[in-house]
């Protein structure tokens, strides 16, 4: 499945989303956004538990959009009492592009030697395109802070937990020449000892997210979304790199995204 295909999907798949719930029952409500922030990208770039590698090296940043489906209807309807789960959950839908420049920091990159030249001359690229939902859980009381009838309550903190199908296009780079050549990368990268170490190919994979955030009111009928996500891939290629037989490559890759938004109410 291509690129283009996959954005098309995404974008009919939402607008699907979207028009089937504006048209549900009434006691429903719905809001739409986007969000924006950076992302950093644990991978097979950079050492293990370096933090340089892990958190502050290989980051990129990242763009999405957002609709969300709350089981209440919290704007017109904020004397009527429904249940615990639809007053403190709501499911999210979202789609959202990242992308991140690669390259190998530690020990082992710094040492004066062959192998610290073939990482200090490896770097990689990787793009994302996710599409997914995840569910909500708000501790404040959702039609409280909506309704904004509590002059007070300007922050609504939750966890979240969801999952996404990710499209990944990954690309690999080297100064001492040709990446698929003999002795270019690292050895335990190098497909011609080890094939299908190194792949600068596409795919499609999924990934399991954890999350925690809170909204701030901003008017009537908005707020400022602030959260953090972990995001865990069922593939180890995102990044282009899987040395099967390393003992350290014990993990598939994952990120985490620090990011800001804002959220409008639809009704």
């Keep these: ?12 798949t939402l607008f699907l989303i979207l028009s089937l719930n504006l048209n549900a029952q009434s006691e429903k409500s719905h809001e739409i956004g986007f969000i924006t922030g950076s992302a950093s990208f644990t991978t097979d770039y950079g050492q293990r538990n370096n933090f340089k590698a892990n958190v502050g090296g290989n980051v990129g940043m990242g763009i999405g959009a957002i609709y969300y489906l709350n089981f209440t209807d919290y704007r017109y309807r904020w004397n009527l ?20 420049e690669l390259e190998h920091f530690g020990v082992y990159a710094e040492k004066q030697s062959a192998g610290g030249e073939q990482l200090r001359a490896h ?29 007070d309550l300007h922050w609504s903190p939750y966890v979240s937990a969801g999952a996404f199908v990710d499209y990944y296009n990954p690309s690999i ?22 094939p299908g170490a190194a792949k600068d190919e596409a795919g499609i994979t999924m990934s399991a997210t954890l999350g925690v955030g809170t909204r701030y009111k901003l008017g009537e009928y908005s707020d400022l979304l602030i959260e953090s996500r972990w995001q865990y891939f069922f593939s180890n290629y995102v ?8 003992p350290a490559n014990k993990f598939n890759d994952w990120l985490l995204w620090v990011h800001v938004g804002y959220v409008y109410y639809l009704n």
């Design 81 to 100: 009492r429904t249940s615990y789960f639809a007053e403190h959950f709501r499911v999210r839908a979202e789609v959202s592009y990242m992308s991140a």
């Design 123 to 151: 770097t990689g690229k990787t793009y994302l395109l996710n599409l997914g939902a995840q569910l909500e859980f708000h501790l404040v009381d959702i039609v409280d802070f909506g309704s904004r009838r509590i002059p």
């Design 239 to 246: 990044d282009g790199l899987n040395a099967k037989d390393d």
């Design 1 to 12: 499945m291509c690129l283009k295909k996959l954005i098309k999907i995404s974008t009919l």
């Design 173 to 194: 780079k080297s100064t001492l020449g040709d990446w698929r050549d003999p002795g270019v990368l690292f050895p335990k990268w190098d497909n011609n000892s080890y």
